[in-house]
C-alpha cells in the first residue's frame, strides 16, 4: 500500500496498516514528515506538538512502514510501485474569502505567518479565530504587533476542548496587544485598512501592515480524483483534512478507523 501525506492522518493509517500486515510506503513531498503539526509546534503554548510528531514517525516505522521524504506524489510516482491501494493524505490549504478589496489588501498566507516568513509588521488584522487564527495571532503578539482578530462566531478555538481551549484562549487575551472581536464580520479590505461590522454597527481600522485570512480551508484532493479516475487504477482511501479540514487527532482517529477496516 501507499499512502500519500506524512501527516498526522498519513502517518497514523501507515501505522495502523503496517501492523495489520500490509506493506506500507509513505510518500512526503517535505522534508521533514509531521504536516501541518509542524508549524502548529511553532505557536507559544503549542510546542509539545513537536513531540506529536516525532511519536508519529517513530511509531510508524516501527510497525514497519517506510517512510520517503521530498518525493512529489504525482499519479505516476504513486503508481510505480504498483499498489493495490492508495491511501491519500494531503491535507488541506488556506482559501481566499470572498471579501471585497481582498486582492488590494496585504493579506498573506496563514501559514507564512507561522513559518516566520512575514516581514516587519505593526498592525495586523487575523480573520477567523479558529484554532489556527488563535494561533497566528500568538505568533504576531509575540513579535511585537498590535493583533486584531476578527471572529464571526462567539467562540475562540472552538475546534479544542473546553480545558485545553481555556487555557490556549485565556494565554491570547493576556496579551496587552490583542483585541479579539467576536460576533464580528469582515465586510471590506483595502490597501491598509477594513471595514467590520458587528450587529449592524460598522467599525473602520486602518494601519494594517498585514491582513491573515484562516478561513476558509480547502481540502487539496487533486490526487486522488485523479486516480479514481484511472480505469483499473488500485482503490483509493481519502482520509483525514483532504475530505474535510479537521484538528489533528479527528484526522488520527479517521485514519485508525480505515486501517482496521483494510
Not at 31 to 36: C, D, I, K, N, V
Request: hydrophobic share 50%; proline share 6%.
Amino acid at each position: 500500500m501507499v499512502v500519500v501525506g506524512a501527516g498526522p492522518a498519513g502517518l497514523e493509517a501507515a501505522r495502523v496498516l503496517a501492523l495489520r500486515g500490509h506493506a506500507v510506503t509513505v510518500l512526503e513531498r517535505a522534508a521533514e514528515p509531521g504536516g501541518q503539526v509542524l508549524m502548529s509546534r511553532l505557536v507559544p503554548g503549542r510546542e509539545e506538538l513537536a513531540g506529536l510528531a516525532a511519536y508519529l514517525v517513530d511509531a510508524a516505522e516501527r510497525a514497519g512502514a517506510t517512510i520517503r521524504l521530498g518525493v512529489d506524489a504525482t499519479v505516476d510516482v504513486v503508481l510505480a510501485g504498483a499498489p493495490d491501494a492508495v491511501v491519500v493524505a494531503t491535507g488541506a490549504r488556506p482559501g481566499v474569502p470572498p471579501i471585497a478589496g481582498i486582492m488590494d489588501s496585504p493579506a498573506v498566507d496563514p501559514f507564512d505567518v507561522l513559518r516566520r516568513s512575514a516581514g516587519l509588521v505593526r498592525r495586523a488584522l487575523v480573520i477567523g479565530g479558529g484554532l489556527l487564527g488563535v494561533g497566528v495571532a500568538h505568533v504576531l503578539a509575540e513579535r511585537g504587533a498590535d493583533v486584531v482578530v476578527a471572529e464571526p462566531g462567539g467562540e475562540l478555538a472552538g475546534e479544542l476542548g473546553l480545558r485545553p481551549r481555556w487555557q490556549y484562549v485565556a494565554n491570547l487575551r493576556a496579551r496587552p496587544n490583542v483585541s479579539i472581536r467576536l460576533g464580528t464580520t469582515v465586510e471590506e479590505l483595502s490597501a491598509d485598512g477594513a471595514v467590520l461590522r458587528k450587529l449592524g454597527e460598522v467599525e473602520r481600522l486602518g494601519g494594517l501592515d498585514l491582513v491573515v485570512p484562516t478561513r476558509p480551508m480547502l481540502a487539496v484532493s487533486g490526487l486522488a480524483d485523479a486516480l479514481k479516475a484511472l480505469p483499473g487504477g488500485p482503490a483509493v482511501f481519502e482520509i483525514g483534512d483532504c475530505v474535510m479540514p479537521r484538528t489533528a487527532f479527528e484526522a488520527m482517529q479517521d485514519a485508525a478507523a480505515l486501517g482496521h477496516r483494510l
